[in-house]
Every structure is written in C-alpha cells, then in structure tokens.
C-alpha cells in the first residue's frame, strides 16, 4: 500500500526558531517525494522535491530510505513561512498519480 | 506562461444532482490529474488524463468520471451527487515523462446540500 504520514496536525514556532514537519511514507519501490505549500488564500504549490536536491526558501529534505522519511526542515524559521505543508509521494513507474499526507499547519510566531 | 485554471470557483448542488467541472491546462502540459480534498484532509487522487484518455484511477466510484479534449483541457463530471462529495476539487496539469511535477490550480469547491 502507498502511505504518506505526517504526524503533526499542528506545529507552532517562534521566529528564528528551527522547524521540522515529519513525513514518513510506506512503499515497496523508489519513489519521488515532495514537498508542497499553500500560504491562505493561495493555490497548492511545489515548495521541493528530493530529485532536484534544491534548497527552496532555506528549506531543505532529505530522504531516508532506512527510515522511509522525507522530513523538511529549515533552521531559521520566518512568519512568512505560515502556511499548510503536505509531503506527497509519486510511485514509480504506471500512473503518475501524487498521493498526499493529511498536511501539517505550520504556525510561526513572531 | 499561462498556469492551471479552473472554473466556476464555487458551486452549491443538491443531492441528487450532475455537476461539470472545468480545467485547463498550464500551456506546454499535456497531462491533467483530478484530486478531490475534503476538509481537514490532503488531496486524494480521482483519475489522470493523457492524450484524452483515462490513465489511472484512484477508488472513486464510476459516477465520477472525466474528459481530455485536444486542447489538453479536462472536465470532471460527477453524477448523482451525495453529501460527501463536498470538496475542494483540484485540476493538476503536467508534461509526462517519468514523475514530473505536477501544477496545481486554485480549485473548485463543491457543497452539495
């Protein structure tokens, strides 16, 4: 089965805090894994994704196969960065579908 | 560069009910993916197009169903609305090749009372 988990429903930080959203994810082959946002009143939005190995907004994910995880973090947190996080995965291969986590609500506090 | 629209933003149907939903695609796209998201919850995957025909299918039932025309636009049709149907419903346009990005649009929401 094709799972995304992201554990926290709610995650609250302070201005120049560090942040992690969790992503745990279930599946058999190598899949692509991404990170997508949506600031309010905006549409979804790729923020990364772990092929590219680029560093969006000081965000970075590494993939842990061991561990299937693809945890974003950033170490400076800034209130612009409030917004609804969803890691997703696409499985390799067939349909090209994007299976979603439940989204995490990052809050930054000034 | 054109990105993904879709229309009419907001709809409110009775049960019972057909209702259409529109996307086009962002220009350069050939491939559109439907997601259904309810409140509190990710994007789930309903079907994806490519060169107009259906090209994967996540668990809807058959009264879901869609279009690609030529022009790589896409249509989401749902029949006989039941109440839990009401969702936001997100068009994705992408150019296939292997697990390319997919765009999002702004989405439609869908109450059905």
């Known amino acids: 089965a094709q799972r995304v988990t992201q554990p926290e429903k709610l995650l609250s930080v302070f201005k120049g805090a560090p942040v992690e959203l969790k992503c745990n994810y279930s599946?058999?082959?190598?899949?692509?894994l991404f990170w997508y946002v949506q600031y309010s009143r905006q549409r979804l939005q790729l923020l990364l994704r772990h092929i590219s190995r680029e560093s969006i907004k000081g965000f970075t994910a590494d993939l842990n196969k061991g561990e299937t995880s693809f945890h974003l973090k950033k170490p400076f947190a800034q209130e612009e960065d409030s917004a609804m996080y969803y890691c997703a995965l696409m499985p390799q291969g067939g349909s090209e579908k994007l299976v979603f986590g439940k989204g995490t609500k990052l809050t930054v506090n000034p | 560069e054109t990105g993904v629209t879709q229309s009419p933003t907001h709809l409110i149907k009775t049960r019972g009910q057909q209702v259409t939903l529109r996307c086009s695609s962002q220009?350069?796209?050939?491939?559109v993916s439907w997601y259904q998201q309810a409140l509190g919850q990710g994007p789930q995957f309903i079907f994806q197009?490519?060169?107009?025909?259906?090209?994967g299918r996540g668990n809807f039932p058959p009264r879901f169903s869609g279009l690609q025309f030529p022009n790589y636009s896409s249509e989401l049709n749902v029949n006989a609305l039941e109440l839990d149907d009401s969702a936001l419903y997100l068009c994705?346009?992408?150019?296939?090749?292997?697990?390319?990005?997919?765009?999002f649009g702004p989405g439609t929401r869908l109450l059905v009372l």
């Open positions: 599946y058999s082959g190598s899949p692509e």
């Open positions: 994705a346009s992408s150019f296939r090749l292997a697990q390319e990005t997919q765009y």
């Open positions: 197009y490519y060169r107009e025909e259906e090209n």
């Open positions: 220009s350069g796209h050939n491939t």
